[in-house]
């Protein structure tokens, strides 16, 4: 009795409020589900204070009851039966109470109320027990997993802060136990009985909430998934597995634990960031898979970080053992293009048979970098993309796997922009469930200093996933939890997490020494038996083994691993293409190369230009009334038709357009995109008249289009730049964009830049195609919304500065295949339109970064004529000066080269100097890969003048430090070229708009002053 006392004391008693939360609505439903057709004849209404037993959650325990009674009065206490025909008649509810008659009494049953008024206080002492009761009941359910023993170590160092709790049952005493109460529907501990004994329902909701497994759910505020997971775990001996399962579970536990003690074994010396410590992590995920295949699903994409992944990709991907063994050859030599990765960052993808549902399934875990949860996003993008090409809408047969740390779960911001992804409707993938390999220490932190929640799974509440902790060290609660957690995301397709509670044998890696920081976890980590050991004692003592079997079985597993240690000697050449993630079948040859090394022209017919403008210009569907405003523009779009040009906005429409019409999804994604941050683009059109009516005219171009997807994103850079970089990898017949709303804001997204975007492809020969729109440009909006950041994306381009490339006839598609990424800044919307569409019909896959107009998307001069974007035409990658200047090219004095929206402000400035003849302007569109060859014959042809760089951005920005030793390695440092820009600076831009005016005019008098040379290169 002392221990379910303090049990109970230290689960403390909740508000009354709280405990009243089976809510009137809740049950109004039930009753609408159930078979009850009528409606309550009278309320019951009386003073509180003449009525005391009414407050609180009495009056909640009275209308149940009152509702059990009017669906057949057969369902309560002959009691309770009394009291509702009384007070139905019309006495007071305190006196409509009346004692069932004794056998020998009369039989009328028409006994006065007021002969047993006195009895009030026996029916409050009823009402009192039952609703200490149900308050206990709910308090396991809330706080059940507080003390729970998930801690293998038990040293527990999960802090809840709790008030001092009341010690007693609710008001209930010792001499209550042997009572039997009426459950609530509120739980299923009772399996088939509706009535137990105190002292049997608080066994039974120990045994639910507080062994190996924690549950959280109660934040959870849909009914219907409370009631599951209630179903799922207090269901009396639902943890119940077969002796085929349990002797499957051994098999994979010693597959897990044997492989890290054969790596130890072998490399010592070596990072291998191994599973020591939680070995059930391995059955956990195969638990997992084989519920979720035997569920329907057909494909899942993992992502993880480092730790386990060596095992998790031999035992759970399976990959060949001698693939894994022959990374930690020192001798071994790199064969394919690229530089590599370590052994623990590489991806797989792997199509087997499931064994245990005997169905084919195809896991694909993706490469990452060390950067803590930077996959997550990356991962959930693959998964949409799987599940977008395949039809599969409500994730049937995609799905994806998460799994984490504690420290970077709870630390990471990216895990929250990725948990706030789940059930957008452009971005859910309809469920994932989250694994997190919770050793209770980061690196050498501990949680107390590496979180400020009780748990580092506390985040997924913000999306109501029930969370299932569970101690690590009990395989079978471990297998039963996964069970559920699949189970769960299958009835759902909702997140879930699963928290291994667990710990770190070794230090954060192999040669580390973790007794410096945390010397009492080590000592008590020394004394810990292994789980496998634990598993097999007990397994032997139920008499589900023998010893005997379990050293036969692991006899086995270890020949299988000596044997491919032996053969892994054998490699000698490491090949990454053997550890891809996102293969491409059919899009490259059988040994992964480009099918061809051209690109055919990016134009198209001038029919179908004006048949997509037309589109742009109109609103598909009837009885839709658009904006007045947007009536304007629309009208706009259709005269330039008639005019042939286009303005930047109809160019960007014209490349979709036609890639849709070709059969190439596009996908647009990021912060304000389907109306545009400067409101030109308006691809989403919104009805005047009726909220939420949407028209995309793009979806309405051909019967047999590919289909066009539009989203605003959610307030995340980081998140959602990664969502489409996953989104991209999954197919290469798709021209995925991701827009910022200015371009500075990428810097939020630098780890996805830095880390998968622009070394991608060097680290795991993975080619990815996406887009990058950064609206860039000085326009005197201040530090902030002006730059891009070119520099940044410029430096970590991979052409060599010093060498003048060898140019051969296909020079210029040579040059995109051996960089690793693609920046332009076009100046014309006919360039846009060509970058964009050669995007798709290059024969290979680079990121492209565009640097976006501002200003110019409205600029008069900004507008292309038809011509340049018929069959034939080309992105071009340098425009030469087109005028007077190139016309007498040897009475040049100056040739000034520039990108971008400077080259408005520099041919207005000609043209109001009078030197359409003297100075050259040559916009340089493609600015990584170099255009070597076209830059020196522009120079070649203006033999007599002086050659200028400008930019508008300061000197230690832009393209300055990118361009200065490549235009000196083109012109073999033969002739100077000389600087014209803003000075160098600490911020971006000016906040002050005079400051810009002038700062403007500077550099326009420093390029056009032929008088006196600016700044030397």
């Given at each position: ?15 009354a ?45 009275v ?30 509810p ?29 029916v ?40 001092p ?96 003690e ?102 694909s ?12 996003p ?18 049937k ?9 504690d ?21 859910t ?42 101690n690590a060290d ?25 928290d ?35 598993f ?22 270890d ?12 490699e000698?050449?490491?090949h990454?293409?053997h ?41 598909p ?36 357009g ?27 059109l ?34 959602v730049?990664g ?12 021209l ?16 996805i ?139 040049v ?20 100097r ?10 340089i ?8 060859d ?16 400008c ?36 911020a ?11 700062e ?8 056009f002053d ?8």
């Amino acid at each position: 009795m002392h221990h379910l006392r303090t049990t109970v004391a230290r689960l403390g008693p909740l508000a009354a409020a709280q405990t009243a939360q089976i809510a009137p609505q809740s049950r109004l439903l039930a009753l609408e589900r159930g078979t009850r057709t009528f409606q309550p004849v009278r309320s019951l209404r009386a003073s509180v204070a003449a009525e005391p037993f009414l407050n609180g959650t009495s009056s909640n325990y009275v209308e149940e009851m009152y509702y059990a009674w009017l669906e057949d009065p057969r369902n309560v206490h002959k009691s309770w039966d009394i009291f509702f025909r009384n007070a139905n008649a019309g006495a007071p509810p305190g006196a409509a109470y009346q004692s069932p008659p004794p056998l020998s009494g009369p039989s009328d049953g028409t006994m006065g109320v007021r002969a047993l008024v006195g009895a009030q206080p026996n029916v409050e002492k009823l009402v009192k027990d039952h609703l200490a009761v149900q308050s206990l009941i709910r308090a396991y359910q809330v706080r059940g997993h507080h003390i729970a023993k998930l801690d293998p170590l038990g040293i527990s160092c999960v802090d809840f802060d709790d008030a001092p709790c009341t010690v007693g049952l609710y008001g209930l005493t010792e001499g209550d136990l042997d009572k039997v109460f009426r459950l609530p529907a509120s739980t299923f501990i009772g399996g088939n009985d509706s009535a137990l004994p105190l002292r049997e329902i608080i066994r039974r909701l120990e045994m639910a909430y507080c062994q190996h497994i924690g549950v959280e759910f109660m934040f959870i505020n849909d009914l219907e998934q409370c009631q599951w997971i209630r179903q799922k775990f207090e269901t009396p001996g639902i943890m119940q597995f077969s002796l085929e399962e349990k002797r499957t579970l051994l098999g994979r536990m010693i597959r897990s634990t044997r492989f890290e003690e054969f790596l130890q074994r072998k490399w010592s010396s070596e990072k291998r960031f191994g599973l020591e410590g939680c070995e059930s992590l391995i059955p956990a995920l195969k638990t997992i898979i084989d519920r979720s295949s035997q569920c329907g699903v057909e494909s899942m994409i993992l992502g993880m970080p480092h730790r386990g992944r060596l095992n998790v990709l031999a035992n759970v991907i399976r990959k060949d053992l001698d693939q894994i063994f022959c990374q930690f050859d020192s001798k071994l030599e790199a064969a394919d293009e690229g530089s590599g990765d370590v052994k623990y960052h590489l991806g797989m993808y792997h199509r087997r048979m499931n064994r245990v549902s005997d169905r084919y399934i195809t896991l694909s875990l993706v490469a990452n970098p060390s950067h803590l949860e930077a996959v997550d996003p990356v991962v959930q993008g693959k998964t949409k993309a799987e599940q977008f090409y395949s039809g599969d809408t409500e994730g049937k047969r995609v799905m994806s796997i998460l799994l984490h740390g504690d420290a970077a779960f709870a630390g990471q911001g990216i895990v929250y922009e990725t948990f706030h992804l789940s059930d957008l409707p452009s971005y859910t993938t309809h469920g994932t469930i989250h694994v997190v390999v919770n050793n209770q220490i980061g690196f050498t932190t501990d949680p107390r200093m590496a979180r400020s929640s009780p748990y580092p799974t506390d985040v997924a509440r913000v999306v109501n996933a029930p969370i299932f902790h569970v101690n690590a060290d009990n395989p079978e609660a471990v297998m039963f939890v996964c069970n559920v957690a699949a189970e769960w995301r299958n009835t759902f397709h909702k997140d879930v997490v699963v928290d291994l509670v667990s710990y770190r044998r070794n230090g954060h890696n192999e040669m580390d020494e973790p007794m410096f920081t945390q010397p009492l976890m080590y000592k008590q980590i020394k004394k810990q038996k292994g789980v496998l050991q634990k598993f097999v004692e007990k397994l032997v003592a139920e008499g589900v083994i023998t010893t005997q079997h379990y050293e036969e079985e692991v006899a086995r597993y270890d020949k299988i691993c000596e044997d491919a240690f032996a053969h892994s000697k054998d490699e000698k050449i490491l090949h990454i293409k053997h550890w891809l993630d996102s293969p491409w079948p059919g899009f490259f040859t059988l040994d992964g190369q480009p099918k061809t090394m051209s690109c055919p022209s990016t134009g198209i017919r001038e029919d179908e230009l004006c048949h997509i403008g037309n589109v742009a210009a109109s609103v598909p569907l009837e009885d839709f009334m658009i904006h007045g405003g947007l009536s304007r523009i629309l009208k706009g779009r259709a005269h330039m038709v008639s005019k042939r040009v286009c303005d930047w906005a109809l160019g960007e429409y014209m490349a979709f357009g036609s890639l849709l019409k070709e059969g190439i999804h596009v996908r647009l994604s990021g912060q304000d995109v389907e109306r545009g941050t400067f409101s030109h683009r308006h691809h989403v059109l919104h009805d005047q008249n009726v909220d939420k009516r949407i028209c995309i005219p793009m979806n309405s171009i051909s019967p047999d289009q590919a289909p066009y997807t539009v989203c605003n994103s959610s307030l995340s850079e980081y998140g959602v730049l990664g969502f489409e970089l996953g989104f991209a990898m999954a197919s290469p017949n798709a021209l995925v964009l991701w827009e910022a709303q200015f371009g500075d804001f990428h810097n939020t997204a630098q780890c996805i830049i830095d880390q998968f975007i622009s070394s991608g492809q060097a680290k795991w020969v993975r080619q990815n195609g996406i887009v990058l729109l950064l609206p860039h440009g000085m326009e005197g909006m201040g530090p902030e919304h002006s730059s891009a950041r070119p520099e940044r994306f410029l430096q970590m381009c991979n052409d060599d500065s010093d060498v003048f490339p060898k140019v051969t006839g296909d020079f210029a598609v040579h040059q995109l295949y051996d960089c690793n990424w693609i920046v332009v800044n076009c100046s014309t919307p006919a360039n846009y339109f060509h970058v964009l569409r050669r995007q798709i019909l290059l024969p290979f896959r680079k990121p492209l970064i565009v640097f976006t107009p501002k200003s110019l998307l409205r600029h008069p001069e900004a507008k292309s004529s038809f011509d340049d974007m018929l069959p034939g035409t080309h992105f071009q990658r340098l425009i030469p000066d087109e005028g007077p200047a190139a016309v007498g090219p040897q009475n040049v004095k100056r040739v000034v080269f520039c990108t971008g929206k400077i080259y408005y402000d520099l041919i207005r400035e000609r043209k109001s100097r009078g030197l359409e003849d003297a100075v050259a302007v040559v916009r340089i569109e493609q600015l990584s890969p170099f255009p070597f060859d076209l830059v020196k014959a522009e120079a070649d042809q203006y033999q007599n003048a002086d050659l200028v760089w400008c930019q508008e951005e300061h000197k230690n920005q832009g393209y300055y430090d990118y361009v200065k030793p490549r235009l000196r390695t083109t012109l073999n440092r033969t002739r100077p070229i000389w600087y014209a820009g803003r000075e160098p600076a600490a911020a971006p831009a000016t906040g002050n708009k005079h400051s810009h005016v002038t700062e403007l005019q500077r550099l326009l008098d420093a390029a056009f002053d032929l008088e006196t040379s600016p700044g030397k290169l």
